[in-house]
């Protein structure tokens, strides 16, 4: 049986130059230190789903790799049927990127393996970025030790974005993909559809491929029909 290779890969096209900060332009500094090796060994950053953590550390590693440094970015929602297998080897990483942490907390052999992953990052000084949608404290992890380690490093709260923040980055998002996105398109997609940001990106490269199936421009009527389509 064929084994299926692993997406231990990071997202090219999702940097820092594509995220729009808003209130968050400290976290993002901090952020952009530890992707080119600084001081801080161990980051942990959480906040709500669709605020666009998993970007951020795809951006992390789209810049470390661009130093040279070797990196990883980890998906745990995708990676936990895989087992704890997969962190085997990555210690050896100048930084490693572990997103949805909250998906392997109070599973024995996961939260052994992390623990073991953490203190082998350390001893060699490599760096470690986490995000889950909850503070390390408040983090479902049954092994004592391994919570001790998770709130050792500095820990970061994504803030929400504005809805005027919000357009300003489905913009950004859009011109990275080649896409013009006129104000109006945009305000009718911030008013008639789930407003994360992990929604509204998905949408978008939907509709970007519906446009050019079609050929048409991205317009209001256009965005209109195809949510009508899929209603």
Same mark, same amino acid.
């Given at each position: 049986?064929?084994?299926?290779?692993?997406?231990?890969?990071?997202?090219?096209?999702?940097?820092?130059?594509?995220?729009?900060? /808003?209130?968050?332009?400290?976290?993002?500094?901090?952020?952009?230190?530890?992707?080119?090796? /600084?001081?801080?060994?161990?980051?942990?950053?959480?906040?709500?789903?669709?605020?666009?953590?998993?970007?951020?550390?795809?951006? %992390? %590693?789209?810049?470390?790799?661009?130093?040279? *440094?070797? %990196?990883?970015?980890?998906?745990?929602?995708?990676?936990?049927?895989?087992?704890?297998?997969?962190?085997?080897?990555?210690?050896?990483?100048?930084?490693? %990127?572990?997103?949805?942490?909250?998906?392997?907390?109070?599973?024995?052999?996961?939260?052994?393996?992390?623990?073991?992953?953490?203190?082998? *990052?350390?001893?060699?000084?490599?760096?470690?970025?986490?995000?889950?949608?909850?503070?390390?404290?408040?983090?479902?992890?049954?092994?004592?030790?391994?919570?001790?380690?998770?709130g050792w490093g500095l820990t970061l709260h994504l803030a929400p974005l504005t809805d005027s923040d919000r357009l300003l980055a489905l913009h950004l998002h859009a011109r990275a993909m080649g896409l013009d996105l006129p104000e109006a398109a945009g305000r009718y997609l911030m008013a008639h559809h789930p407003r994360d940001l992990g929604s509204l990106r998905q949408l978008?490269?939907?509709?970007?491929?519906?446009? *050019?199936?079609?050929?048409?421009?991205?317009?209001?009527?256009?965005?209109?029909?195809?949510?009508?389509?899929?209603?």
């Amino acid at each position: 049986m064929r084994q299926q290779p692993l997406p231990l890969g990071f997202d090219p096209l999702q940097g820092f130059e594509e995220f729009h900060s /808003g209130p968050n332009a400290e976290l993002v500094s901090h952020l952009r230190e530890l992707a080119a090796g /600084g001081t801080e060994p161990f980051i942990h950053l959480w906040g709500a789903a669709g605020q666009g953590k998993s970007h951020l550390l795809n951006a %992390c %590693c789209r810049d470390a790799h661009r130093r040279g *440094l070797s %990196c990883a970015y980890l998906p745990l929602a995708t990676l936990r049927d895989y087992g704890p297998e997969v962190l085997e080897g990555l210690g050896a990483l100048d930084l490693l %990127c572990l997103d949805d942490l909250e998906q392997i907390g109070g599973d024995p052999a996961w939260e052994q393996s992390l623990f073991s992953l953490f203190n082998e *990052l350390r001893d060699k000084d490599r760096r470690l970025l986490t995000a889950s949608s909850q503070p390390p404290a408040h983090l479902p992890v049954n092994l004592p030790d391994l919570k001790t380690r998770l709130g050792w490093g500095l820990t970061l709260h994504l803030a929400p974005l504005t809805d005027s923040d919000r357009l300003l980055a489905l913009h950004l998002h859009a011109r990275a993909m080649g896409l013009d996105l006129p104000e109006a398109a945009g305000r009718y997609l911030m008013a008639h559809h789930p407003r994360d940001l992990g929604s509204l990106r998905q949408l978008l490269g939907e509709l970007d491929r519906a446009t *050019l199936a079609a050929q048409r421009k991205l317009t209001v009527p256009f965005i209109k029909t195809y949510l009508e389509h899929l209603a």
